[in-house]
């Protein structure tokens, strides 16, 4: 005897399946490692860093001057 195939499950399982090969592409054309999204981080939070050092701030001993 074949089996009874629900046919609205499989045309969505079809169009699941799909939906998932067009993501992964998307992610291998336009994603970003984990590792590089957490090298872009570290830079930027260390450039942040550096600006803020260099960063002229009022000292209040000489603001009385």
Do not use: C, W
Request: charged share 40%; hydrophobic share 30%; net charge positive.
């Amino acid at each position: 005897m074949s089996q009874i195939i629900d046919l609205r499950r499989a045309r969505k399982e079809k169009q699941n399946i799909k939906s998932r090969e067009q993501a992964s592409e998307n992610a291998t054309k336009f994603g970003k490692s984990k590792a590089e999204k957490l090298l872009a981080a570290t830079r930027e939070a260390r450039l942040r860093e550096v600006l803020d050092q260099h960063k002229l701030t009022p000292n209040s001993e000489y603001d009385a001057e």
